[in-house]
Structure formats: C-alpha cells, structure tokens
Nanobody, 124 residues
C-alpha cells in the first residue's frame, strides 16, 4: 500500500520559515521523482517543487522566487520542503507527491501518488 505522510505544517507569521517533511512507503522510492503541490482556498492545485530520483535536479513554481528548497533522503525515503520568507499568499494545503515520471514533468502533469495534505497558514 502506497502511503505518503506529510508533517510539519502549522501557523506561522509572515517572514517566518517552516519545514515540511513527507515519509513515503510502498513505492520504490529511489525510482521515483518526488515533490510538492499546494492548494489555497478557492484555488486550483499548483506545482510547488520537485526533485529528481538522484536529487541532482530540482524544479520550482514561478512564485517560489528562491524562497523554498527541496531535498530528499533516499535511505529514509523522505522528501522535505524548506520554506523561508513566507507570505500570507503561501497559505494552503501542501501535498507530498511521487511518480516515476521525471521531476521536470511535474509542473505539467499531476503525479500519480498523493498524500492527504497538510495545512500551512501564514498570518499575523
């Protein structure tokens, strides 16, 4: 059974940093690209970040503007999203995703496997 379990969400103030983590099981993790999408209230899901199988290539949504980084640990089958300089418009449910397609494809096509999502609220 494939499971993607996110952790690390919560309420933060504008300008703060937050780290999301996701532990993935039931997949051959080192053969999957992994990443993050998000969905803000009343908006469609959008691509946040993805990382290749080896971790050598990363991709980000245009809105990230250098504020986020993504990493993976193939031994612990975990992917993390480090977010800095958070803005109120970053408020959303963040979803961990995985797929065998290349990480560069994530912005154009929804991955096959999704976590349940975790809420990040940026508010003063």
């Amino acid at each position: 059974q494939v499971q993607l379990v996110e952790s690390g969400g919560g309420l933060v103030q504008p300008g703060d940093s937050l780290r999301l983590s996701c532990t993935i099981s039931g997949l051959m993790f080192n053969k999957c690209s992994v990443g993050w999408f998000r969905q803000a209230p009343g908006k469609e899901r959008e691509f946040v970040a993805s990382i290749s199988r080896s971790g050598g290539n990363t991709y980000f949504g245009d809105f990230v503007e250098g504020r986020f980084s993504i990493s993976r640990d193939n031994d612990e089958t975990k992917v993390s999203l480090q977010m800095t300089k958070l803005k109120p418009e970053d408020t959303a449910v963040y979803f961990c995703v995985a797929d065998r397609m290349t990480a560069s494809t994530f912005p154009r096509r929804f991955p096959d496997h999704w976590g349940k999502g975790i809420l990040v609220t940026v508010s003063s």
